[in-house]
């Protein structure tokens, strides 16, 4: 995944990330949502990735890209 092409971050699933490029920093968030904690599957902790180089996941399933609007998480 090209980060710079994905506005620098992307949240996936907590062991998802493999590698990844200099530039390019492995953190933490968390699901705001109660009901996917439980229900996702995913669970409340996930892996965010932050930079502007390339990252390497393993995505099983099914990939999901969503357009937020200013200040939605």
Same mark, same amino acid.
């Given at each position: ?15 998802? !990330? ?20 439980? !229900? ?34």
């Amino acid at each position: 995944m090209d980060l710079h092409q994905l506005g620098g971050t992307l949240i996936c699933q907590k062991d998802a !990330f493999l590698c990844a490029a200099r530039g390019v920093s492995l953190g933490i968030a968390f699901q705001q949502k109660l009901s996917v904690g439980f !229900f996702g599957g995913e669970g409340f902790i996930m892996q965010k990735l932050d930079g502007e180089g390339m990252a390497f996941v393993h995505a099983g399933g099914t990939c999901i890209k969503r357009e937020l609007a200013a200040g939605r998480c």
